[in-house]
Every structure is written in C-alpha cells, then in structure tokens.
C-alpha cells in the first residue's frame, strides 16, 4: 500500500554491474494495454490515444526536445511476448510504457 494506493506487484531490477549517478527510484513504468509487437506501432497507438505525444516524439527524434524519447523491445531468456518499451525522459525522471504488465509478461515465460 501506498498512501490509498495498492500496488499488486513491484518489479526489482535485474543485478548487474551498472554503476548509478544516483541512487534511487530509476523509472516508473505504465501499461497502456495494447497489442503493439513493435515500438514503431506503439508509437502509433499511443499518439492516437494522445494526440500531444506526437509532438514531443517528433522533437526528440529531430533532437531539439526538451523530453528525450527512447524506444526499446527488451526480451529476457524465455520471454515469448513482445513487450516493446517508449521511454519519456526529463530532468532525472523516466517514464517508460509497455503493452503488458509484468504478471503477464511472467505468464507467457511459464
């Protein structure tokens, strides 16, 4: 629980040897439920639910936004879902947008 908020599963980073400027929360993450296999569709999705997205993707992709916009299709050993990744990045804080949530991403593993 967080203050009236219940949060039904909390992701821990995978360990490794990357070292952090700060230590802390690194980003939170949102589903926006979608049957996207690629960012590139995402996108589309995303900017047709919010049309001011599009604005902010095209400036970091021209390089002259304020907003740093990365895309991304992680994939762990066994994962068979595609669970391609928009992240929104500013003044130290990251937004990162999947189709799937973890428990279902976990699911399509077993």
């Given at each position: 629980?967080?203050?009236?908020?219940?949060?039904?599963?909390?992701?821990?980073?995978?360990?490794?040897?990357?070292?952090?400027?700060?230590?802390?929360?690194?980003?939170?993450?949102?589903?926006?439920?979608?049957?996207?296999?690629?960012?590139?569709?995402?996108?589309?999705?995303?900017?047709?639910?919010?049309?001011?997205?599009?604005?902010?993707?095209?400036?970091?992709?021209?390089g002259v936004?304020?907003i740093k916009?990365?895309?991304?299709?992680?994939?762990?050993?066994?994962?068979?879902?595609?669970?391609?990744?928009?992240?929104?990045?500013?003044?130290?804080?990251?937004?990162?947008?999947?189709?799937?949530?973890?428990?279902?991403?976990?699911?399509?593993?077993?």
């Amino acid at each position: 629980m967080i203050g009236a908020m219940q949060i039904p599963c909390v992701e821990l980073p995978f360990p490794s040897n990357k070292v952090y400027p700060v230590e802390g929360w690194e980003h939170i993450e949102l589903v926006f439920p979608s049957q996207a296999q690629t960012c590139e569709a995402l996108v589309a999705e995303l900017i047709e639910q919010a049309p001011q997205l599009a604005s902010i993707i095209d400036n970091a992709q021209a390089g002259v936004g304020k907003i740093k916009v990365k895309q991304s299709s992680p994939k762990g050993d066994n994962e068979r879902l595609a669970n391609p990744t928009i992240a929104f990045k500013a003044k130290g804080i990251c937004v990162k947008v999947h189709p799937h949530d973890i428990q279902t991403i976990i699911a399509s593993e077993q």
